[in-house]
């Protein structure tokens, strides 16, 4: 999986000294299946007022717009659609992010062929469950990010034919 990692400049602001050390050290994957990686050429800190929180843009889901941030005092990932009205607690740090996008993306190449509930829960508990172990905390909200993925995926949302 090839990463993008991020400029020392740009996550100066991220004040927690895991989750900078992470972003630059080891990064975010440059391609997965809901993220892609941000940061502006200029290497500025992209800092975003998101529901009176001043949160570092790290990438995006399918577009700009729908942002995952990384909260500098935390280092915990958030989620928002923007203009934000709602932000949603990803993941602990963006190690254990990096890990839950990993564990989405190779889930959802085996989930092929015409959808079949059976399988496709089964399949979705069993990446709850891997999820859980990563970062408990992910999983812990029933309105949060990862739970409402999670949803989709077993409603086929995510399957190849």
């Not at 080891?26 to 200029?42: I, K, M, Q, R, W």
């Not at 659609?81 to 959802?108: G, I, T, W």
């Amino acid at each position: 999986m090839r990463e993008h990692r991020y400029s020392a400049p740009y996550v100066s602001v991220v004040r927690e000294d895991q989750a900078r050390e992470q972003l630059q050290s080891v990064g975010l994957p440059e391609v997965a299946l809901v993220f892609t990686p941000h940061e502006p050429a200029s290497g500025t800190a992209d800092l975003v007022d998101v529901l009176g929180r001043d949160l570092l843009r790290i990438g995006f889901e399918e577009e700009p717009g729908s942002d995952f941030f990384v909260d500098p005092a935390k280092g915990e990932i958030v989620f928002a659609r923007m203009p934000a009205r709602e932000s949603y607690f990803v993941n602990s740090s963006p190690a254990a992010f990096r890990e839950c996008l990993a564990l989405l993306d190779a889930a959802v190449k085996e989930l092929t062929g015409p959808y079949d509930l059976d399988p496709f829960l089964e399949r979705t508990e069993q990446l709850r469950a891997s999820i859980r172990a990563v970062d408990p905390l992910a999983v812990s909200d029933d309105d949060g990010y990862w739970q409402s993925l999670l949803f989709d995926v077993s409603n086929g949302d995510y399957a190849t034919e």
